[in-house]
């Protein structure tokens, strides 16, 4: 008797436990589809990796670190089939549209041993960007679009899928406010390089914009690039 009262009460802890989650889920508006698409991602970043018989995505050489971004890409266009490219001309992103928290990407910069592009995020209309650079630190670029980003050869303006416009804002409020932190890697000593300064800005809005992070190693722009929240609005370059 005593052991039909143990089960029953182990069998209603779990089934509090479930519900417990699915409300913590549901009160974080962490939509289950969504969780859904980050493991299909995910998935195909492993196969990836099986065809190019690499461990992880820091093994991977530039050439196939951007055919990775590429085939996963292409991938996400058929998992967000109602979204499309912007249309939007270069002047525009420079000039006239507002891209706080807009998430700029490029696999081209090869700077110091930072191999691995570069990515910054979007402050206010007229082009200006905030990033985090050797030397420079964190430090907020005005007319960055057109002085730069315009020039890139790889990569894109990316959104956050479904962030309404405060969340912009917090991404963006969040890069601003670590102005004149210095460039490196310890975010909790105060550091930041590029990719990390956009991550932790979006993280403070509540989306992780790098789910395929491996923790203790160094979050890639590329990873910004193949992860579910984020869409590509326009391509460079433009």
Known sequence: MKKGIFSFLLLAI????????????????IQLEDASK?????NKIDEFLETVNKEDVHSLTVQEETALVEY??????????????????????????????Y?????????SSWTHGHAGIGYSAGGNVIEANP????????????????????????????????KYNTARDYAYERIGRGYGFDPIGGDFYCSELVYYAWDAAGYNIASSRIWGTPILPSQLMNDGDTILQVSFPF
Not at 103 to 111: G, N, P
């Open 103 to 111: 998430i700029f990407v490029s696999m081209d910069s090869r700077t």
């Open 14 to 29: 779990f089934t509090m436990s479930i519900q417990n989650v699915s409300a913590l889920e549901i009160s974080d508006n």
């Open 38 to 42: 980050e493991i299909l991602i995910q």
């Open 135 to 166: 030397g420079d630190g964190v430090k907020l670029y005005t007319n960055r679009v057109n002085n730069y980003w315009s020039e890139c050869q790889t990569g894109g303006i990316y959104k956050v899928n479904g962030a309404s416009s405060s």
């Open 72 to 101: 996963i890409e292409n991938f996400k266009q058929t998992l967000y089939d109602d979204t499309a490219i912007a249309n939007s001309s270069s002047w525009d992103y420079a000039n006239t549209i507002n891209i706080g928290g």
